[in-house]
């Protein structure tokens, strides 16, 4: 954020709020010399920490744009768009990707309408184990990554089960739902109960009232829970790795092949996935503020 | 499972059952062991307007729940119409219910809010665009049908409510404090209206409410409710003028209550009792009919009924005399306030009208004065009086 974006007087005690401008990032001189010098070293810091966070993933762009030779991409040897024309040459690379896809998209749909339902049950009735329930759900975010995998692998061993796709789908499920139970009870909590019971009031049984109230209310909450599960498990590593056997994912792909150099495609692929993820991303928030726009009540009089 | 057995008929059951709308048989609610409604027991004629009236925290509010189906009573029946449907979930009873949040679906337009009800009971696309444009109209709110209830004010939003509760035509109405939340202007506004809507229309309002006036302009029949039970029903004047309790005496308006001894009557129609200090008060036999003669006995007077004299001035003949000393009086414009003390020791609340217009021929703290009012204005109640 530069100051001359924002003309303004030096002397001027108080610079106006300007909506759309982040707080954060507008000068609030008090006096012009400082205040100006003040604001040079903040847009320099903060073009610094956007360079340390983005850094990292601007090389594996630019680098999918990389002509190399041998098996390595480390090194920059001339421009090409050879890659981005058939990124799913590497078979194995496209069948990793594929199962993670397909294992996202599956762990999506059931850690959302599970978690929803069990978000729903906590918030809304009062039943025997309610307060254990509710404190069991947190057990998956709240316990090592490793802790998990290694008995998820035990639990599925001794159950005779094979790993596999299907595990690793279960494995899924079992930790998404934990994020998705606390984003839509988040959202549940903050509505009146009393809109539900007007719509019962008004003819709906339960299943009408689900619906045609409850779930186009909290929306905003299942959307964000859809994405954030879909997050965590495109790119889970560590649980997966526990219970994947033979069946590779992207992650697990990747890691195994920065151990003998890294294909351009992983570049690709993951810039493709990035993008998609930023989509969703996007989708998901433009979709938050839709609904919050209608959402808003007015309490005043 | 209920442990108290039900009442298989209920005294009250045997009577017409075409003029009861709403009735509540012997009802209990309990949370663990928390006692919310104690054995309670209420008629409501079709076509009135009945309050429940009460302090918050007194069972009112659990009380028209389970006339709505959202509560289930512990014990006792709820009927409808002469319908027993106290295991009835909201969506299969004939009643509607405006809520203090107001509870519109946000998503949805105030149209389609208002058709929701129609279009749960499956009435055809063009009836129920017609009736819900109807009921808006009805409301004064025909030009906002589009508006989501995001922007719509307190006072549109509580109409839209209400169309959407009474499209349906429901058997009754249960209001759940539905002014509560209202500035005053508006409050009054709206208690007009909503009284007119109930004579237009004529069907049961239920209408929980802690404002004693709102009740009081609104309801025919007010029923005072305290600690998860009626103190009292009846109407507006009957409440005021005839309290049976200390605390219906001292919920709708103020009271003054002096505890006394009930004695002997005599030929007339009054009956004599006696205050501490030995006064001889007289009230209306007939005033004394519900006495159980276990607890403490208080007479009562309302404020406004009690007349100051001079010490040296002569009150009427048969009137109730206390001498008193004045502690404050206070000018309020419409009247004066005076507080006193008998000789007993009782404290007193004197409400006289501003007829002077100037301060000669007003009492000054410190003044013995005497203070009278007439026999027949006069009440009893039972129980402790609080602050006595």
Known sequence: MSTEALPQKPTDPVTPHVPGVDDSATPRSPRGDTGRGRNLALGLWTALALTFLLAPILFMIVFSFNDNQGRFNFEWQGFTLKHWGDPFQNPDLAKALQNSLSIAVLTTIAATMLGTLLAIALVRHRFRGRTSADFFVFLPMASPEVVMGASLLAMFLVLGIGTGYVTILLAHIMFSISYVVVTVKSRLEGMDPHIEEAARDLGANEVTTFFRVTLPMIAPGVAAAAVLAFALSIDDYVITSFNAGQTQTFPLFIFGATRQGVPPQVNVLSTMLLVLVLLLMLGNVLLQRRLAKRDRISQAG | ?388
Not at chain 2, 90 to 102: A, G, I, L
Not at chain 2, 148 to 176: C, E, F, M, Y
Not at chain 2, 230 to 246: C, K, N, T, V, W
């Open chain 2, 1 to 388: 499972m209920t442990t108290v057995p039900e009442t298989t008929q209920h005294p009250a059951a045997t009577g017409s059952v075409e003029q009861r709308d709403i009735c509540l048989e012997r009802v209990h609610k309990r949370y663990g062991d928390h006692v919310v409604i104690g054995d309670l027991s209420l008629d409501i004629e079709q076509g009135k307007f009945y309050a429940l009236l009460g302090p918050s925290g007194c069972g009112k509010t659990t009380t028209l729940r389970m006339i709505g189906g959202f509560e289930l009573p512990t014990s006792g029946r709820v009927l409808l119409a002469g319908d027993d449907v106290t295991q009835l979930p909201p969506h299969k009873r004939e009643v509607n219910t405006v809520f203090q949040s107001y509870a519109l679906f946000p998503h949805l337009t105030v149209e389609k809010n208002v058709a929701f009800g129609l279009e749960r009971r499956g009435v055809d696309k063009h009836e129920t665009k017609k009736r819900a444009k109807e009921m808006l109209e009805l409301v004064q709110l025909g030009h906002l049908a589009k508006r989501k209830p995001g922007q719509l004010s307190g006072g549109q939003a509580q109409r839209v409510a209400l169309a959407r509760a009474l499209v349906n035509r429901p058997r009754a109405l249960l209001l759940d404090e539905p002014l509560g939340a209202l500035d005053l202007r508006l409050r009054r506004q709206l208690q007009d209206e909503l009284k007119r809507i109930q004579r237009d229309i004529g069907i049961t309002f239920v209408h929980v409410t802690h404002d004693q006036e709102e009740a009081m302009s609104m309801a025919d029949t007010i029923a005072v409710m305290n600690k998860g039970a009626i103190e009292q029903a009846g109407s507006a004047e009957d409440l005021y003028e005839r309290p049976e309790s200390p605390f219906v005496a001292n919920f709708l308006g103020t009271s003054n209550l002096i505890p006394v001894t009930v004695e002997q009557g005599g030929a007339d129609e009054f009956s004599t009792v006696r205050t501490s200090d030995g006064h001889a008060l007289r009230l209306l036999r007939n005033r004394m009919w519900n006495l159980k003669g276990e607890q403490p006995v208080a007479i009562g007077v309302r404020p406004e009924k009690v007349r100051l004299w001079g010490a040296d001035q002569t009150p009427p003949e048969h009137d109730n005399v206390l001498p008193a000393k004045v502690l404050q009086a206070t000018f309020l414009g419409v009247s004066l306030q005076y507080a006193l003390k008998t000789a007993g020791g009782q404290e007193l609340t004197v409400i006289e009208p501003n007829l002077v217009g100037n301060s000669k021929g007003t009492f000054g703290p410190g003044q013995d004065v005497q203070v009278s009012w007439d026999a027949r204005q006069t009440f009893v109640v039972e129980g402790e009086t609080a602050g006595a």
